[in-house]
Every structure is written in structure tokens, then in C-alpha cells.
């Protein structure tokens, strides 16, 4: 049970986007296409999980004093694997990402997880905190990208899926649209949450002393 809890709380109770607001900038810049949105979740993926386990492993060895200049040489690193594996493996996916691939050394997830958890916990609940995280930022992705391709350019992963009478609102597509797109996500899951916790609370007070 526990291993699932540290492996599912990113999808809701600690979801990087929608509930921690994590690094954003993924989020807001590149979620213009579904394909985007998927190559960058599972970039940062393989980084998180690379980087805890490697944080886990070192973590007695890694002095107090300069652990954070420490843990971003070691994301550094696995950052700089994956980016030479795009461009090798998908050049065209390379291009689409440009700079945010380099950037994730500097995400917030990614150093955050680091810090509260992998720094503090042994190699495999890290591993599965670094999926999991990796995953629902990848979930994540996949929804505002989806929202702003099937809205701003009538298309899922490149091929038209609406009729051709409808007219593309190309602002989802610009910068605007990420941030619409991001705050609507947020309030329909502040919305879900609070009515969960409403159904809660009720069913406690309604349960026999």
C-alpha cells in the first residue's frame, strides 16, 4: 500500500501542475500539439526517475552543505543524456522542443523532488516517486496539449478530427491559450477536490460514534 501511495500521489494529491503549480514553463510553452506535449512529459520522466534513484543512492555521501549544487550536476547529467537521445533517436521531436528539453535541469519538479523526498528516502519508494511524478506531469501535458490542438487547429496528434465547417480558435494555440487552458484545468480540479471533501466530511458525521 504504500508503494502505491508514494507512486499515485502525484496524480492528485501532489499533482505537479494542477495542485503543486510546478514548472510551468513546460506547460504554458510547448503543449501546442499532443506529440509536443507526450515527448516532453516522458523527457522529464526519465530524468525524475534517473536523478532519484541516483540522489537515493548517494545521499550518505552527498556532504549538507552544497546538496543542491550536488543534486543539479546529477540532473544535469541524466538532462544532457536525454537531450542527446532526442536529437539522435527524433530529430523532428528535437526541434519541435528546442530549449525545453536543456531546461528541464532547471525544473522545479524535478529539483523539488529531489529535496523532499529522494534525498531523504532509499532507491526504490524514490524510483516510484519519480514515476509517478513523471508520469502525471506527462498526463498532464497530454491534456493541455490536447485541449489546445483539438481547439486551436481542429487536429489530434496532427490529423483533423473535428468537421471541416469548424473554424479553429487559434488563440489555444498561442500563448494566451496555455495560460486559459492551465487555469480552467486548476479550477475544475479545485472544484472536484472540494466536493470531495464535502462528501467526506458528511460521511464521517454520519457514520455511528
Same mark, same amino acid.
Given at each position: 500500500?504504500?508503494?502505491?501511495?508514494? !507512486?499515485?500521489?502525484?496524480?492528485?494529491?501532489?499533482?505537479?501542475?494542477?495542485?503543486?503549480?510546478?514548472?510551468?514553463?513546460?506547460?504554458? #510553452?510547448?503543449?501546442?500539439?499532443?506529440?509536443?506535449?507526450?515527448?516532453?512529459? $516522458?523527457?522529464?520522466?526519465? $530524468?525524475?526517475?534517473?536523478?532519484?534513484?541516483?540522489?537515493?543512492?548517494?545521499?550518505?555521501?552527498?556532504?549538507?552543505?552544497?546538496?543542491?549544487?550536488? !543534486?543539479?550536476?546529477?540532473? #544535469?547529467? !541524466?538532462?544532457?543524456?536525454?537531450?542527446?537521445?532526442?536529437?539522435?533517436?527524433?530529430? $523532428?521531436?528535437?526541434?519541435?522542443?528546442?530549449?525545453?528539453?536543456?531546461?528541464?535541469? $532547471?525544473?522545479?519538479?524535478?529539483?523539488?523532488?529531489?529535496?523532499?523526498?529522494?534525498?531523504?528516502? =532509499?532507491?526504490?519508494?524514490?524510483?516510484?516517486?519519480?514515476?509517478?511524478?513523471?508520469?502525471?506531469?506527462?498526463?498532464?501535458?497530454?491534456?493541455?496539449?490536447?485541449?489546445?490542438?483539438?481547439?486551436?487547429?481542429? =487536429?489530434?496528434?496532427?490529423?483533423?478530427?473535428?468537421?471541416?465547417?469548424?473554424?479553429?480558435?487559434?488563440?489555444?494555440?498561442?500563448?494566451?491559450?496555455?495560460?486559459?487552458?492551465? /487555469?480552467?484545468?486548476?479550477?475544475?480540479?479545485?472544484?472536484?477536490?472540494?466536493?470531495?471533501?464535502?462528501?467526506?466530511?458528511?460521511?464521517?458525521?454520519? /457514520?455511528? =460514534?
Amino acid at each position: 500500500m504504500s508503494n502505491w501511495k508514494e !507512486f499515485s500521489k502525484g496524480f492528485w494529491a501532489e499533482n505537479p501542475t494542477f495542485r503543486l503549480v510546478l514548472g510551468m514553463c513546460a506547460p504554458l #510553452a510547448i503543449t501546442t500539439s499532443v506529440k509536443n506535449g507526450v515527448g516532453m512529459g $516522458v523527457s522529464t520522466t526519465a $530524468v525524475l526517475v534517473a536523478s532519484n534513484i541516483w540522489i537515493s543512492i548517494l545521499r550518505n555521501a552527498i556532504p549538507n552543505q552544497i546538496r543542491i549544487p550536488c !543534486f543539479i550536476v546529477v540532473i #544535469a547529467a !541524466f538532462t544532457t543524456i536525454v537531450d542527446l537521445s532526442v536529437h539522435a533517436f527524433s530529430p $523532428v521531436l528535437y526541434d519541435a522542443l528546442g530549449i525545453f528539453i536543456p531546461l528541464i535541469v $532547471v525544473n522545479c519538479i524535478i529539483l523539488g523532488r529531489a529535496e523532499a523526498f529522494a534525498s531523504k528516502n =532509499q532507491i526504490w519508494p524514490s524510483a516510484l516517486d519519480g514515476l509517478g511524478m513523471g508520469l502525471a506531469f506527462t498526463v498532464n501535458l497530454t491534456i493541455i496539449s490536447g485541449i489546445r490542438e483539438l481547439i486551436g487547429s481542429g =487536429q489530434l496528434l496532427g490529423r483533423p478530427v473535428v468537421p471541416p465547417a469548424y473554424q479553429p480558435s487559434l488563440v489555444m494555440i498561442l500563448p494566451p491559450g496555455g495560460f486559459i487552458t492551465l /487555469a480552467f484545468l486548476i479550477a475544475g480540479m479545485n472544484v472536484i477536490s472540494r466536493r470531495l471533501e464535502i462528501r467526506r466530511a458528511a460521511e464521517r458525521k454520519e /457514520a455511528p =460514534q
